[in-house]
């Protein structure tokens, strides 16, 4: 009689399960590194090490990846106490939207360049407009202080953003950037910008965190400013 030997049986590996949860975890990791421009759906799926075609069983196309980038990241912004004055909570909720722009790349222009869906990002959005109710607001100026809110954060985080992109690009410090920037003011015809001229070292001021706050105060003064005259 033949004896058979013993062999171990064959374990079948399991594949992967791809969802949508790690196609946009991959994606946002892509994004960190590369920036939005070279944000591409083939390098996600180089990433996951599937193919492209697998990525849309589960996302439309890139601009859906996009929204759901936004969604994601907004989920990282940490949600205001409903305490103290709505002035304070508004303060906190700027402060906290900064801090997350500010964790990811090319973090503004994602969120300006796409529509504000997906359960995370609406939540701030309902957030916010709630508070600007509780402050006082009518709907119509509450919605349009959103509005102003929104660019505000935006287009201060996006040219944070610009700022160190040039710098890295030249091969010189951000503050060296500035200082030229600085000389160049310096430099005009005293006679026809006079102003320009005297002012140089305020008009390219190296205090990101001072001309945040300061453009904070602004728009809760005229937020303020409103709920008084509504009265």
């Known amino acids: 009689m033949r004896i058979v030997p ?3 049986p064959v374990q079948k590996v399991k594949r992967r399960t791809l969802d949508q949860a790690q196609i946009v975890r991959a994606a ?20 996951l090490d599937v193919k492209a075609a697998s990525l849309y069983r589960h ?6 990846l996009l929204v759901l980038l936004g969604d994601e990241i907004s989920s ?34 994602l969120l300006a360049e796409t529509p504000p869906m997906g359960p995370r990002r609406l939540k701030h959005i309902e957030s916010l ?9 009518k709907p119509q100026d509450a919605c349009r202080v959103a509005y102003h809110c929104n660019n505000f954060l935006t287009e201060f985080a996006a040219d944070e953003a610009r700022l160190a992109s040039m710098a890295a690009a030249s091969g010189v410090s951000k ?17 026809e910008y006079p102003t320009l001229v005297a002012w140089a ?15 904070l105060r602004v728009w809760l003064d005229g937020i303020a400013d409103i709920v008084k005259r509504r009265v």
Not at 28 to 47: F, I, N, P, Q
Not at 180 to 186: D, G, L
């Open 129 to 137: 407009l709630c508070l600007l109710k509780d402050a006082g607001l």
């Open 6 to 8: 013993y062999r171990k």
């Open 28 to 47: 946002l990791e892509l994004l960190d590194e590369v920036g939005l421009d070279e944000l591409t759906m083939r390098r996600v799926a180089e990433r």
């Open 59 to 64: 996302v439309r196309d890139k601009q859906e």
């Open 201 to 215: 070292e305020f008009l390219i001021e190296d205090d990101p965190d001072g001309l945040f706050e300061f453009g």
């Open 76 to 109: 990282e912004i940490p949600p205001v106490a409903s305490q103290g004055s709505w002035r304070s909570q508004l303060t906190q909720m700027a402060r906290n939207v900064r801090s997350v722009f500010a964790a990811h790349r090319d973090t503004a222009r």
């Open 175 to 191: 503050r060296k950037l500035l200082d030229q920037a600085q000389k160049t003011f310096r430099s005009l015809p005293r006679q």
